[in-house]
């Protein structure tokens, strides 16, 4: 009986000779290293003592591809089969590197972390091989023939990230690897990423290269949320990498309805927006109660933060002329007293991006509820402070009573006093996006403070003190 061709998860079709006849013997072997995750090795003969085998590597960058590719070119010469590089053929299969040998019996593919070798009695134009190409080259025409780009620059990334047309068919393959059914593609609110919704049943969300870091925390937070019900984040249905010449990183989530608390807050009451806050409240205290492991963000590191943070923020607000010299002056030194604080206040986990876009809502009857918190690629180990810069400024809108519905549902045995004032205003200009929240917050009337108290009553009101609800014991005594 003849041997059978392997059931193995292979991830190339088989090309078959162009001489095949009885098949005599095969044999299928994988391997793999810590560079080499994934590695193919299978080779057949027939009766007639023709054959063909083939070796598929996927390495973890493009160097390790380039070095094997590179190892198995100096393997032909050293057998006496000469090959020269084939660009009309490279540029045909839209691959990075070809190699053909002179009796076109061995060839050689390079294409992003992938490397693929043919050789033995292969026939280029059958069938199978050119059903082969398909699946390994990159010049994958999408609707439009729009071709999946190459991307090296934030610049070029941020023109192409919310077309559909483009990536498109990037997403319908990512569906159709995770085993989703869908039948249509729209693009979701744009971020730093391309998010793409599927029958508004499904979230894509595929990560620019440049950003693997933003994956990694989003999926490691999705991964410790799971199994609980407080938190209305997405579920997380599906994540990995999207190989099309860049490994783009990608989440599959589920889609939660409603819209975002900016479009909604317009149709609200006061008392509307505090029940929100509220829900919110017991969400983020849920969030920060997450224990710390080892798949989370590591802790920022103040001491070395404030190094380099401090003197940025002085440096920006001379250069815009923001804020008037002396009330500059008189904010570094507040910031360098706010360290104390800092360095040892506890480390929680934090969205770190709660903003206006990020809380979606549903309303029933007059009832609006939180139907999603979403975007967790921003997330933080830091102080419970830094969370509630972009809180107050962005998704609650500088509304003192929101505030004070969502910090008495995160912790009502507390108070807010001037020295947790203090702390919030050092906090906002220490926040990574702090100067340019000013700016949008305060417009032309910066530059009309002239001490730094009218700045803390212009960021952080005096209206929110003397209320029970956030008690922070500062034992280091610095006031303004």
């Known amino acids: 009986m003849a041997p059978l061709r392997p059931r193995y998860a292979y991830p190339l079709p088989f090309p078959y000779s162009r001489s095949a006849g009885y098949l005599a013997s095969n044999e299928f072997r994988r391997g793999m290293s810590p560079l080499v995750p994934t590695h193919y090795d299978y080779w057949e003969v027939y009766d007639t003592t023709k054959g063909m085998r083939i070796k598929y590597y996927e390495t973890i960058h493009p160097y390790f591809a380039g070095v094997i590719f590179e190892g198995l070119s100096h393997e032909l010469s050293r057998r006496n089969k000469p090959a020269s590089t084939e660009d009309d053929l490279s540029t045909l299969w839209g691959v990075d590197r070809l190699l053909l040998t002179q009796d076109r019996d061995a060839i050689v593919i390079l294409r992003g972390k ?15 091989t050119r059903k082969l190409k398909k699946r390994f080259s990159t010049n994958k025409k999408i609707r439009g023939n729009i071709m999946l780009p190459r991307l090296t620059t934030l610049a070029e990334w941020c023109r192409v990230f919310t077309n559909v047309d483009i990536w498109h068919q ?7 690897t995770e085993g989703l059914k869908f039948t249509a593609v729209t693009a979701g609110f744009p971020g730093c990423n391309a998010v793409f919704l599927a029958d508004q049943a499904y979230v894509v969300k595929i990560f620019a290269p440049m950003f693997e870091a933003d994956y990694t925390k989003e999926l490691a937070v999705y991964k410790s949320l799971s199994g609980q019900s407080t938190v209305a984040a997405p579920t997380l249905l599906a994540h990995g990498h999207y190989n099309d010449g860049n490994s783009w990183p990608y989440l599959v989530t589920t889609f939660c309805p409603g819209v975002a608390i900016r479009d909604a807050r317009p149709e609200m009451t006061p008392q509307q927006i505090q029940a929100v806050a509220e829900q919110l409240g017991k969400m983020i205290r849920t969030l920060h109660r997450i224990p710390i492991n080892a798949n989370l963000p590591a802790p920022l590191t103040w001491d070395n933060y404030f190094k380099g943070r401090i003197p940025a923020v002085i440096s920006a607000l001379h250069e815009k002329t923001l804020l008037a010299p002396e009330v500059t002056e008189a904010l570094e030194e507040h910031l360098h007293n706010a360290q104390t604080f800092f360095l040892t206040a506890e480390a929680l986990l934090v969205h770190a991006d709660l903003t206006e876009d990020h809380l979606l809502l549903t309303n029933d009857h007059e009832q609006w509820s939180i139907s999603g918190l979403i975007d967790f690629a921003d997330i933080e180990v830091a102080p419970r402070e830094y969370e509630w810069i ?3 400024f962005g998704l609650i809108d500088c509304n003192p009573d929101a505030l004070l519905s969502f910090m008495r549902s995160y912790d009502g045995d507390q108070v807010l006093d001037e020295q947790w004032r203090d702390r919030m205003l050092a906090m906002t200009f220490l926040h990574r996006y702090g100067v340019p929240i000013v700016a949008s917050a305060l417009g032309e009337k910066a530059k009309a403070l002239r001490t730094l108290k009218d700045l803390k009553e212009a960021l952080w009101p005096s209206t929110l003190l003397s209320i029970k609800c956030l008690n922070i014991t500062n034992k280091t005594g610095w006031l303004i």
Do not use: T
């Not at 992938?114 to 199978?128: I, N, T």
């Not at 990037?170 to 159709?176: F, G, R, T």
């Open 114 to 128: 992938r490397v693929l070798f043919l050789e033995g009695d292969v026939d280029l134009s059958a069938a199978q």
């Open 170 to 176: 990037a997403v319908a393959n990512i569906l159709a």
């Open 390 to 392: 972009p809180l107050w």
